[in-house]
């Protein structure tokens, strides 16, 4: 590349731990009630850059339980919170990151949100009934890395996946609904967890993910949006699952996620020069996780800069970590 | 933040902020409080107003407010004092969306009270103020989804609901939510074939028209795209799934020698036996295949019980390409010849993903003449390693027999009887997109190669095949220009290129005899070979027409994927050494070749990079479908292998029966173990890496 931008990877993970720290500020508070999807955003960072022992697992291990709602089985966003899906996948992952899993009482986890299974195979995100695909995948995720699917109608739950395939060859949040990246990500992620990617057309998907790809080199989510970094992760772990990721110019798209990269104060916003927020520095460097990091990156390792550690497409885990659950027993 | 400048802040702001932060987190407390404590007064209900006013996203608020709705909804009876609790719910749902048009809370909040059905509902404001969001943000998809939620509702019509999306297209046409809509209407409406909606063919010629319209109005916009090519498919592919190629083929004379079964070597009567494969090729995925979906006649002797396979990697049960294998087990005499008729008579059995049945019928028969012979079956033995033939030229070797033509005949599916409207239609459109693509729009010299392949498609149901090569030459000069004019996916021009230039160098024979050749290997029976080295081939296509090959020449390609290569069953000699192949997962179609005994997969990228794309492609641990994990722990224990770090190369190498391997030039064949791993997997191996196996 031509502009010697770097990962800087050291701010990054400063700023994270400070993000952990700073819980008073306006932002952190209209964010509270997601604490446990930062939470699971910022400790993965920190896993793919070799930095996870940079907080007290143990510390982090109580307040997820903290989220915990006995009676129901399922997570609240923070403590106080509601339980709902989006925050027991969350603390499912942090505490698969740690390999701590035995704090759970796994049954009981898996119960609620196999209780949240609908008739037409559907999931809903809490008791109040929400239907989305989201919520799918959430709920097939966290049975699976949990060695409970067996509790679910798993064939529904697909037919439901593939009831909301649109022509473009995308997903939607429900039957009908118009595809978006983000969305497509969970039905794919859905479908290759439950080994059905055959409902999949790879080549007409492919070719409109690919398109996400704008002139700045960013990934946006739908046609004629603009370029947002936190898209180079719905985008890449799509086309990776697809076996389709070598359709987009990697290094372009490596360049506009270096260029969102606040250097002096660590962190990646969704477009150059805007603010950072803990969401982007997640998806900013698990876009990069995926992309085969040019060569003065692996010089650069050699000079005590740590790369980055590959990323399962599916599971949103670190390889290391979902190979760790499926291959050892 | 989302599209919030970067900027330090100043000490003033600090304290501003630090005061917002405070009666924030007052509030929240507070919500929380009464949440907790079910308090659900009007002065507490009012704090969650407050909160979600600020913050709509603060999910337990809406929850808080469900619960309060219910439990004061239950005191009341007057319906006009019901209606005002709900109206006052519909309110902090509007306040919360004009403070954020995409907050998920607020627009379930809405949906939920409608469904809640306590009080009538004002539909004329519903859709009024959706209009109003939907005129902020033309796009917003949680709009359009209450949209069809409100349709669905109310019981809107399909065809009112299409005309609705006209009204958004013609405001602008760069609307891609409008055409999703329209595009899952007009599905609806041609499934439901309702009672006075005109023909596919006329509905579909209007579409063509009204999107090539916007196209053309700016062909870089993206909206119409991909619901022109989703009309391309709709008019370029038949309704029903048609058979299109086989092995055997109509009339082909086999002859095999058999092969005298060793435990009946020392009985009196010896009994030999042979395994023929028989395959047939779809144009799209069927299932249903089956002993009475598919009628096999013959005078030779196998097992009654015909299972047909999908040869497939998932396990769906649809596939294009199924197999059946003949375990012949005639008693021989002498040299005789036995005929097989197969037919498919019209099946609902027989059906595609989309639900069509099959119903082209097709009878076909080949012969095939037993040789017994006793002598040795040099091909199973591999004395020597096999080397392939290298040079480019073999074209020259004398003393070969020629190719059997008939192996090339490609069983004709019926022509459908509207693919003429078809074939004008493409024509039209192709006319129309010449001129696009003469200026250098990407979208129309795409658009053009996808018309004329389509073209060319529709051409080999019977018609000019030197035709077919036409499109498929203007297709193979658009892809290079795609590739300077849109560097940016050139991979993706070079994969669409590969499929068509499969097309073209298979669809004539006179093309197609030049990569034909019949080799000979000691000890062995003459083979059907197919080069097709150094074509900058990225994958492979147009397997159909290779079903008869028994060695296949694929090396100095560029090939990253093999899917297609399962549907030759006949396969023994394989070289895909010097391509991009990266994973043994992406290798997982060669699993089901039972006949393959020879692989050279030298110099290709297998272990050379920390993501492998087809780890979910390929039936493995993390999607849950292999009984892997047993076999990993037998191997961990037995044999002290790293599962972890093989568990790809197990899954590969267990299930092929190879006397012949070269992987050398690998970044994973200098792995540790590797080789002792190989030799485990493969007992029968006697050559790996030119050297023998001890």
Known sequence: ?329 | MHGRPRRPAKPEDDEAASAKAAKLRDLQAQVLHNHHARTYTKESIGLSFKLLETNPEAYTAWNYRKLALQHNVKELSDPQAIKSAIDDELRVAEVALRQNPKSYGAWYHRKWLLNQKLAPVDFKYELGLLDKLLKVDARNFHGWNYRRFLARFMGLPDDEELKYTMDKISDNFSNYSAWHNRSILLSNLLIQQSKGFESKQKIFSEEFELVTQALFTDPSDQSGWFYHLWLLAQTSSPDNPQLIASWPSNAAKLSFSFIKEKAEQHTLSSVWSRTVPIVLYFNEPVKGLNHSSVNLKSDLEFGKDIQWRPLTMADSGYSKCWATYLQITNECSSLQEYSVEMSIPCSDDIVSRSGSNYNCPVHFTFYIELISNNAAQGLDTFDKPVAWNCSDSFQSHGNRDPIPLDLLNITSALVEHDSDWHFERLSEEIDLFRELADDNSKFGKLTLARLLLACAAIKSRGRSLIERKGYCEEALGLFTDLIHLDPSHKQYYEDERSLALMDKLTCDMETFTKHCSVQVQPNSAPLHHVQFRRLSVTRIGFAERLLWVQMLDLSHNSLRSVEGLEALQRLVFLNISNNQISSFTALEPLTKIISLKVLDLSFNEIGAHSIDTARYICPSPFSHKTEASEAFEEYQEVNNINVTEYWDAILFFRSLKLAQLDIRGNAVASKDGFRTLVVTLIPCLKWFDGEGVS
């Open chain 1, 1 to 329: 590349m031509a502009d010697e931008v770097e990962l800087a990877a050291d701010q990054h993970v400063r700023y994270i731990v400070t993000v952990e720290k700073k819980k008073d500020s306006f932002e952190s508070l209209v964010m509270e009630h997601i604490r446990l999807n930062g939470a699971y955003w910022g400790l993965t960072t920190l896993d793919l850059l070799h930095k996870l022992h940079a907080v007290d697992a143990a510390e982090v291990v109580d307040w997820i339980m903290s989220c915990y709602h006995p009676e129901s089985g399922g997570f609240g966003g923070n403590v106080g919170h509601d339980p709902h899906v989006l925050y027991t996948l969350s603390a499912v992952q942090v505490l698969c990151l740690f390999d701590r899993l035995d704090v759970l009482d796994v049954d009981k986890v898996a119960d609620y949100v196999a209780g949240l299974q609908n008739k037409d195979g559907s999931f809903s995100g809490d008791i109040w009934g929400e239907v989305d695909t989201r919520f799918s995948y959430i709920a097939l995720c966290t049975l699976s890395l949990l060695h409970r699917l067996h509790k679910i109608d798993v064939q529904k739950a697909v037919d439901f996946v593939v009831s909301c395939k649109n022509l473009d060859g995308g997903f939607g949040a429900m039957p009908g609904g118009e595809s978006h990246a983000g969305q497509i990500f969970c039905c794919v992620g859905a479908l290759a967890i439950t080994g059905s990617l055959h409902h999949i057309d790879r080549d007409l998907l492919g070719w409109w993910l690919c398109e996400r790809q704008c002139k700045d080199g960013g990934l946006n989510g739908r046609p004629e949006k603009l370029a947002d970094v936190c898209y180079s992760w719905w985008v890449l772990s799509s086309l990776v699952m697809i076996d389709r990721v070598h359709w987009i110019d990697k290094e372009k798209l490596t360049k506009f996620i270096l260029n969102c990269q606040d250097k002096e104060n660590g962190g990646i916003s969704d477009r150059p020069d805007n603010a950072v927020d803990i969401y982007h520095t997640y998806f900013g460097i698990a876009g990069a996780a995926f992309i085969p990091i040019p060569w003065h990156f692996y010089r650069l390792s050699l000079m005590e800069y740590p790369g980055v550690k590959p990323l399962d497409p599916a599971y949103a885990l670190p390889l290391h970590v979902v190979n760790r659950i499926f291959l050892k027993k």
